[in-house]
């Protein structure tokens, strides 16, 4: 397994770069708020990567956790979490999450910086959303500034209003929300040949003239917020 932005390996992040050590609080952070808002008994974690955020909750919130089957699509990085973050409350699955289905609804569905990465951002909040117990609690997370200019791995941008709409469309009801804010350096956006930055788009002054539209967000995303990338953690709810 290597370490990258993208899918992030906590015991190689922690004597990496400083921008993965970051990345890796900043998931850290979204794991914790997960945990203090979920419903107690089955939850899903959907997109897990390597397992660490499954882990944390299973560890931190065991008594509040029946069962947690964490799901992602790359067997590689399912091998990985079964040899590193075995836990006795912890299912690994390595599954497609349009498909995933278990036959006891979930209480809870958490997933973590995935929707960006989806072509049918809107089909996937609703499938799991039908999943969702009576009562039972989405929580997601996703950049809502720019990042399909930089990042060839996401396939939406998204706003804070465009994003929640999302879950609004679905039926879900929202219950609290959070920002986080993490600030950079324009050297980042053009280090490609940084192995620590894997997750860094190659050739990003070709990707601006082809796609004229995305450097036009990035320079209003810079004059509004300056050079901070933000990330919207939500909490929604089905009634």
């Given at each position: 397994?290597?370490?990258?932005?993208?899918?992030?390996?906590?015991?190689?992040?922690?004597?990496?770069?400083?921008?993965?050590?970051?990345?890796l609080?900043?998931?850290?952070?979204?794991?914790?708020?997960?945990?203090?808002?979920?419903?107690?008994?089955?939850?899903?974690?959907?997109?897990?990567?390597v397992?660490?955020g499954?882990?944390?909750?299973?560890?931190?919130?065991?008594q509040?956790?029946?069962?947690?089957?964490?799901?992602?699509?790359?067997?590689?990085?399912?091998?990985?979490?079964?040899?590193?973050?075995?836990?006795?409350?912890?299912?690994?699955?390595?599954?497609?999450?349009?498909?995933?289905?278990?036959?006891?609804?979930?209480?809870?569905?958490?997933?973590?910086?995935?929707i960006?990465?989806?072509?049918?951002?809107?089909?996937?909040?609703?499938?799991?959303?039908s999943?969702?117990?009576?009562?039972?609690?989405?929580?997601?997370?996703?950049?809502?500034?720019?990042?399909?200019?930089?990042?060839?791995?996401?396939?939406?941008?998204?706003?804070?209003?465009?994003?929640?709409?999302?879950?609004?469309?679905?039926?879900?009801?929202?219950?609290?929300?959070?920002?986080?804010?993490?600030?950079?350096?324009?050297?980042q956006?053009?280090?490609?040949?940084?192995?620590?930055?894997?997750?860094?788009?190659?050739?990003l002054?070709q990707?601006?003239?082809?796609?004229?539209?995305?450097?036009?967000?990035?320079?209003?995303?810079?004059i509004?917020?300056?050079?901070?990338?933000?990330?919207?953690?939500?909490?929604?709810?089905?009634?």
């Amino acid at each position: 397994m290597n370490n990258s932005l993208e899918r992030i390996i906590p015991d190689y992040a922690q004597a990496s770069s400083p921008e993965e050590k970051a990345s890796l609080e900043l998931h850290m952070q979204r794991y914790e708020f997960a945990g203090k808002h979920l419903k107690p008994g089955i939850v899903y974690d959907v997109a897990c990567g390597v397992g660490y955020g499954s882990y944390f909750l299973s560890t931190t919130y065991e008594q509040e956790i029946t069962k947690l089957f964490a799901v992602d699509i790359d067997k590689k990085s399912i091998d990985y979490a079964q040899e590193r973050y075995q836990h006795q409350k912890i299912e690994f699955c390595n599954e497609d999450a349009f498909v995933f289905q278990q036959h006891e609804k979930p209480d809870t569905i958490i997933s973590i910086e995935t929707i960006e990465h989806l072509s049918q951002p809107a089909q996937f909040v609703q499938r799991l959303a039908s999943q969702l117990k009576e009562g039972g609690r989405f929580i997601a997370s996703a950049p809502v500034t720019p990042s399909m200019d930089a990042n060839p791995f996401h396939l939406q941008d998204f706003t804070v209003t465009s994003f929640k709409k999302l879950f609004q469309d679905a039926g879900l009801k929202e219950i609290t929300c959070q920002l986080q804010h993490q600030p950079y350096g324009l050297n980042q956006l053009f280090r490609n040949k940084n192995s620590n930055n894997r997750a860094i788009r190659r050739n990003l002054f070709q990707y601006y003239l082809q796609h004229p539209s995305k450097l036009l967000l990035r320079i209003k995303s810079t004059i509004t917020d300056g050079l901070v990338n933000k990330y919207l953690l939500v909490v929604y709810e089905k009634s």
